[in-house]
């Protein structure tokens, strides 16, 4: 009966778990147990091999984080062959005998010379230990503290990128793994160059120990003459040394292709053959020179005429690539023209203009690296998401990015290429915001959205601030919410005529109906944009999209003029609109107009080209806005947020005055208050004076 593959995967899966630790275990206790000669055979060759799969493994791979358990592997290759060492040691020193491969190696491979075997030792030591793991190590080095400097700057790529919609969450989140995974590889690999120096030095140390040590006990325990001695134990012993020391140097030079090599479509072998074989003329003069030299009297002809005419012959058989694939380029004639930096496709993309951007100076990087904890990106997509369930505007993607012309400490706010706001964040301090703030050192400010008097304290005194009365917000919090405001305040420019439309399909997915009615029969997509930016200019949700759009199905049969398409949608809201300026014990403030000045401003209303307006004389108008300030600046000293009501007639032409003058003030009518709502007047406004 067949087992079925994931029943398999299982078993190999629970194999692996219990094999690699019961395998390290072993080498522990191979430190301390003794090991028959066979067994030794075995392991010894075991570990030539498996040292020349981790070096063949390590020329195969593409980029460095394929093999990222090579570190890892590095310390228990490492530790077996000292392991390995041990336990020959003991054979050679207590037997006179430490199997087979290490009896061949003293006599086949240095030819039963001691002499011959101590040089080629020396010399397989100086490549391993001066050549390879020096600079294995030093390259290690290097490459895990550039990986380290790039990090801050590959993660702010990542969310930029994230942010401008050119990739989605899960993808961000993969790059961000692999920037962090290739940082804790150059690291750990900056640690396993350190072992395979060790290793090399410790091969150097137990061979001199073992040369000294077999060379005493001959002479001294057993009697044997000295040349006996030395036929005896040191030949074992340098035998001993080059069994360790082929697997090491195998192990080194694997080090240094990891540390080496560069991130690429193929293997090394590949890349060998292609980098080399790009052009002829190289090869040609290769050829040629090895030719020349046969004109050198006294050198031999031979290898030289068959060397040079080895590369000659290829040279010939070569055919020359250019660095871009021609096939590539006339199956995709675009890929060329979008790499060249001026072509137009390049051009139309640095001229593309990002409806929202956040530009941050170079020591506020720390607020967006969230590898140093910065939550600043975090706290902007809980802001959009905020907003959207607030006003029912989906912002655009926040493009966030360091600029490093910008003042230290200094953060700006672009809104559809221009400059929106600017403040500033120093590092290491928080926002104290209150007025009794002078015992505490710092510089004075204001806070960005309300104007408040506020003070940069270092960040170690923020308990000192808090216990002066001080209400105390951190750098993050400091930059969200001053963009919150610029959105709050900019809402409709930030509404786009695609965002109109997918907010349409949105509705239409659930309400079929009320879309194919409104539009495109009745008004367009441009005419439902201005209806709903008009709403977001007044501070009015437009999360309600489905009474909106019922609403505006009506009221489009009879005008489509824009002051009564917005009316006719804030009268179907009705009492959602007053209900944010509801108290949390069901009080709604309102300042009211008195009816006769009421009606002389009904009577003053003129058609205009952009909607109704009030035609009034500058001092009506004068004491219209002087009696509404002095009612919200006493509604304000009482922590107060009050409306102004009026008649729906008089509405529209009354809100646009008011909101170029008290842009603080909303005006709401009669029919938009709050059915629910306890209604407590501030105060009558009159063609005279306010009246309290």
């Not at 439902?528 to 309600?544: C, G, K, N, T, Y």
């Amino acid at each position: 009966m067949a087992v079925p593959s994931s029943r398999k995967g299982d078993r190999v899966k629970k194999m692996t778990k219990v094999a690699v630790p019961i395998g390290v275990v072993s080498i522990i206790l191979m430190l301390v147990v003794p090991l028959p000669a066979a067994v030794l055979d075995l392991l010894l060759g075991f570990n030539i091999t498996g040292s020349l799969l981790i070096l063949l493994v390590s020329m195969q791979i593409r980029r460095p984080l394929e093999f990222s358990v090579f570190p890892s592997l590095v310390l228990i290759a490492t530790l077996m062959r000292l392991a390995l060492n041990v336990s020959s040691t003991r054979l050679v020193l207590s037997d006179g005998y430490a199997g087979k491969v290490i009896e061949a190696f003293g006599h086949f491979v240095i030819g039963g010379s001691l002499i011959v075997g101590l040089v080629i030792f020396v010399i397989l030591t100086i490549i391993q230990f001066v050549v390879i793991t020096n600079g294995a190590g030093r390259v290690a080095e290097v490459g895990a503290r550039f990986t380290l400097d790039a990090m801050p700057g590959k993660q702010m790529a990542i969310d930029a990128d994230l942010n401008a919609g050119l990739i989605n969450e899960k993808q961000a989140r993969k790059r961000r793994q692999e920037v962090t995974s290739e940082a804790d590889f150059y690291g750990s690999m900056d640690g396993a160059s350190k072992f395979v120096k060790g290793d090399a030095i410790a091969s150097i140390i137990v061979t001199l120990i073992n040369l000294i040590g077999g060379f005493a006990i001959g002479v001294i325990q057993r009697g044997l003459a000295p040349g006996e001695a030395v036929s005896t134990y040191s030949l074992l012993t340098v035998g001993d040394g080059l069994v360790s020391q082929i697997p090491a140097l195998l192990l080194s030079t694997a080090t240094g292709l990891i540390v080496t090599r560069s991130a690429s479509e193929g293997d090394m072998g590949q890349d060998l053959l292609k980098q080399l074989g790009r052009n002829r003329m190289p090869v040609r003069i290769a050829g040629g020179a090895a030719l020349a030299l046969c004109l050198i009297p006294g050198l031999p002809k031979l290898p030289f005429l068959l060397v040079g005419g080895l590369f000659l012959l290829l040279s010939f058989k070569m055919t020359e690539t250019s660095d871009v694939d021609e096939t590539e380029d006339d199956a995709a004639p675009g890929a060329a023209l979008e790499a060249q930096p001026d072509s137009p496709e390049a051009i139309a993309e640095r001229m593309r203009v990002d409806p929202l951007e956040l530009e941050v100076a170079f020591d506020l990087v720390e607020l967006v690296d969230t590898a140093r904890g910065g939550d600043l990106l975090d706290r902007v997509k809980a802001l959009r998401r905020k907003v959207a369930m607030d006003t029912g505007l989906v912002i655009p993607l926040v493009r966030t990015r360091d600029n490093l012309d910008l003042p230290a400490s200094q953060y700006v706010i672009w809104l559809n290429g221009v400059p929106a706001a600017k403040g500033t964040s120093p590092a290491g301090t928080v926002l104290a915001i209150g007025d009794h703030l002078d015992g505490l050192p710092g510089k004075p400010t204001r806070e960005p959205v309300f104007g408040l008097a506020a003070k940069w304290v270092p960040a170690e005194l923020q308990r000192q601030a808090e216990m002066a009365g001080a209400t105390v917000v951190d750098r993050s919090s400091v930059i969200t919410t001053h963009l919150a405001e610029v959105v709050r305040q900019n809402a409709s420019a930030l509404l786009g005529r695609e965002d109109v439309r997918l907010l349409i399909e949105m509705v239409r997915r659930s309400h079929p109906v009320v879309v194919d009615e409104l539009t495109p029969a009745l008004l367009t997509t441009g005419e439902v944009q201005r209806v709903l930016q008009a709403l977001l200019d007044e501070d009015v949700s437009i999360r309600d999209l489905v009474r909106i759009f019922e609403a505006l199905s009506l009221r489009a049969k009879t005008s489509t003029d824009l002051d009564g398409l917005v009316e006719a949608a804030r009268s179907a809201l009705g009492s959602a609109i007053s209900h944010p300026y509801v108290t949390p014990d069901e009080r709604l403030h309102v300042i009211t107009l008195e009816p006769g000045f009421e009606q002389r401003l009904l009577e003053s209303i003129r058609q205009g080209a952009d909607g109704q307006v009030l035609a009034l004389d500058g001092h009506t108008v004068d004491v219209l806005v002087r009696g509404c300030t002095e009612l919200l600046d006493e509604a304000e000293r009482m922590s107060l947020s009050p409306v102004l009501v009026c008649s729906p007639q008089v509405r529209a032409p009354l809100s646009r005055l008011v909101r170029q003058v008290l842009p603080r003030l909303s005006v709401i009518s009669y029919s938009e208050v709050s059915r629910t709502a306890q209604i407590e007047s501030l105060g009558v406004v009159s063609g005279a004076v306010a009246i309290r």
